[in-house]
Structures are given as C-alpha cells and as structure tokens.
C-alpha cells in the first residue's frame, strides 16, 4: 500500500508560481511512473505532466514551457513547479503514482489551486 500527499497548494496571482510537492510512504514499493493531473468541477480529470523512473516527461499542451516535473529517487517525491500561472490554471491538482511491486496505481487527495487576482 502506497499513501501520497500533496501539499503547496493556494492562492496566487496571474503570472506567479507554485510548487507543488507529492511525497509517496508505504512498507514496500517501487514508484516506476509519477504524474500530476489536475481536474474542475463538472470536467474530467486531465494529464499535466508525467515522469518515469529514466526521465522521460511528458506535459499537456496547455502547460508546455511553464511546467516543470521533477522527482527525488531518496525522498519518494514528486515536484510540479508551475511558472507564468493562468486563471484557467485553477483546479484541484491531484498526484498519481504507479507502483512496480504491487502494480497498484495510487491517487493523492488533491491540492486546490487558484489563479486569480
């Protein structure tokens, strides 16, 4: 069993930044894929960024060259560093890990965030 959190989530103006951290615990697993999704109320969840264990990324469109997703192997997290924020940027952020050992993909509880002035 692997339990994620996020945390950084809040208030910011057109044109901020945010970072948001997803720490990953549990007895024993091996994260293989991380990505960060993010959803608004009467729509589905959508893809933001994603990363594998070699590195390979990927990101919406609508994100390209304002988001960044990065991981750290010793601390099991995941970063989804936002620049240049958006209005339509607003939702509930939420992170997803796939797990090598028991092949269980997980969910994070979510991390509001709102762009706006």
């Known amino acids: 069993q692997v339990h994620l959190v996020e945390s950084g989530g809040g208030l910011v103006q057109p044109g901020g930044s945010l970072s948001l951290p997803c720490a990953a615990s549990g007895s024993r697993f091996l994260i293989v894929a991380w990505a960060w999704y993010r959803q608004v109320p009467e729509k589905q969840r959508e893809l933001v960024a994603a990363?594998?264990?070699?590195?390979?990324?990927n990101y919406a469109d609508s994100v390209k060259g304002r988001f960044t997703i990065s991981r750290e192997y010793d601390k099991n997290t995941v970063y989804l560093h936002m620049n240049s924020l958006k209005p339509e940027d607003t939702a509930v952020y939420y992170c997803?890990?796939?797990?090598?050992?028991?092949?269980?993909?997980?969910w994070g509880q979510g991390t509001q965030v709102t762009v706006s002035s």
């Open positions: 990363i594998t264990t070699g590195g390979n990324t």
């Open positions: 997803y890990a796939r797990d090598a050992i028991s092949r269980n993909e997980y």
